[in-house]
């Protein structure tokens, strides 16, 4: 068979316009980005020798959410008076004389862990029975109305409940790494 350099050069010639009209036919398909071109012939390239498409990212930890204070002063008085433990026991056919021994233990305990954490005061310095007045522009949280409720404040009526509010807060902040949905850990004794 007798190849000359004109048979080379016929086909380097077509191969060339090949080449052209398919880069023509890609800018026309990508609007012009030429890097669209070069990303879709990479992923074409790693679909040919079966590379992974996306390189998978180890996640990042999670730093633990704090979930206020009102949780962590929830798990204070489950650390300092066993209240959450109290509060969840099934008490349900004990007798009297259990359950009055053990708030008899927590109260004080739980007593002394809101005043160390929380200055509380009552919402109204009135006497409990007394006639109050609660105006126009009341606090809705300060107050709760109930009875026969006209429309519109002014209300005056009998204060059945001084209400409590906190004064000041002093309950600490999440330790590092603590897991604020925590109240109380697991206890686990090894022997």
């Known amino acids: 068979m007798d190849l000359n350099l004109d048979h080379f050069k016929g086909a380097g010639i077509a191969l060339g316009i090949l080449i052209a009209l398919k880069v023509a036919v890609l800018l ?20 040919l020798t079966g590379q992974e498409f996306v390189r998978a990212e180890p996640k990042p930890k999670e730093a633990p959410i704090d979930h206020g204070p009102q949780l962590r002063l929830l798990g204070l008085l489950q650390r300092d008076a066993s209240l959450v433990d109290f509060l969840m026991e099934d008490i349900t056919g004990v007798e009297d004389g259990p359950i009055a021994a053990a708030v008899r233990d927590i109260q004080p ?19 409990e029975g ?44 999440l330790a590092q790494g603590e897991d604020g949905l925590i109240l109380a850990p697991a206890e686990v004794e090894v022997s």
């Not at 026309?28 to 390239?45: C, E, H, P, Q, T």
């Open 28 to 47: 026309v398909l990508s609007k012009g980005a030429i890097g669209r071109i070069f990303s879709a012939i990479s992923l074409y390239w790693k679909a």
């Open 109 to 127: 305990k739980a007593r002394l862990a809101l005043k160390k954490y929380l200055e509380i005061g009552p919402c109204l310095d009135q006497k």
């Open 130 to 173: 007394a006639q109050v007045e609660v105006s126009v522009g009341y606090h809705p949280s300060q107050y709760r109305i109930t009875g026969n409720v006209p429309p519109q404040a002014p209300y005056r009526g009998e204060l059945t409940h001084r209400g409590w509010k906190a004064n000041k807060v002093s309950i600490p902040p």
